[in-house]
């Protein structure tokens, strides 16, 4: 918990600026990725009033988008992200929004009370995942979703992965610190993905959590993940 305690005090420190250096430095295009992730998620939920919780919600930016993007179906939306500094920024973006100061492994809500939960750019920086996804189990009604939007491990393409490994440990780091003033949380980025999971893994961590795949899509050259996984 020590650990997990520094990552939360971590994004604590940058969350002012975090939005700003997240579209500079990703240059929108993960706008479009989530966008595609909520379609896909919704689509054929057969119900018009979506209980939603996002996780590791940060400043607000996914939830966002979940407003943007369905216009269709009524939303019912929380937040949840153990950092602070995370959620004051959100609550003052979405004051009609219920948030949760909690983490991802103990989330404060009754068993079956969501439809959907999101988490995009988040499961990675959760230590204890299983016991996360398990908490995802528990909260998802029944034939629930769970939608991750995640940075993964690719021991495929090694070329192609020493380009992005230049980017992501060299120019991010210092276009990071810039524009947050705190360089250690753009250097803990690639180490992050360095350590996690492949998508096969993470589709089996699911499958163990008792949950069933439904879609997997990869994009920014397999680096980035789409999971949209049924609670079975």
Known sequence: MLMQKKIVEMFD??????????????????????????????KDIDKNNIRILDVA?????????????????????CGLDPSKGMLEVAKKRFPQITFYNAYATEIPCEDSSFDVISISFGIRNVLEIEKALNEFNRILDKNGRLLILEFVRDNKNKKLRKCIDFYTNKFLPKIGGIITKNKEAYEYLPKSIENFYTVEEL??????????????????????????????
Request: with cysteine; aromatic share 8%; proline share 1%.
């Open 57 to 77: 919600c940060g400043t607000g930016d996914m939830i966002g988008i979940w407003q943007k993007t369905i216009k269709n179906k009524t939303l019912k939306i």
């Open 13 to 42: 420190s940058i969350a002012p600026k975090y939005d700003i250096a997240n579209r500079i430095l990703s240059l929108g295009i993960d706008i479009k990725w989530r966008k595609e992730a909520i379609e896909e998620t919704v």
């Open 203 to 232: 589709s089996n961590l699911l499958k163990k959590a008792g949950f069933e795949i439904k879609k997997v899509k990869l994009f920014n050259f397999s680096q980035v993940a789409m999971i949209i996984a049924q609670k079975i």
